[in-house]
């Protein structure tokens, strides 16, 4: 994430909580994602099991299957990395804002 450059132009510290904030909100709503994303086709995989379901067509489209849920966890665990990443963005954020705050207030800013 690129963060401002020190000047005139720099988020105020009340800026910078409005984002640590958003980052926040979107951790959060990735997470919920990711816990449905990830086993969305666990009962599909499990139900297209050879006794159900046989010949080359079912066994092409089991592993097709078993494949895609391979990578939907995987893309899970990444997004709830990813927000794992913004909230500690968000601290940082909110550290900034502190530390301006408290810069601007001893009239630093």
Known sequence: MVRPAPDDTAETPEQMRRRADDLRECARTARRLAGTLGPYLDKAVARATPA???GPYATATSGMLGARKTTLHQMAAELTQDAGRWETEAH???DQ????AAKQKAGGG
Request: net charge negative.
């Open 52 to 54: 159900i379901w046989t």
């Open 92 to 94: 940082d954020l909110d």
């Open 97 to 100: 804002a502190t530390k301006a």
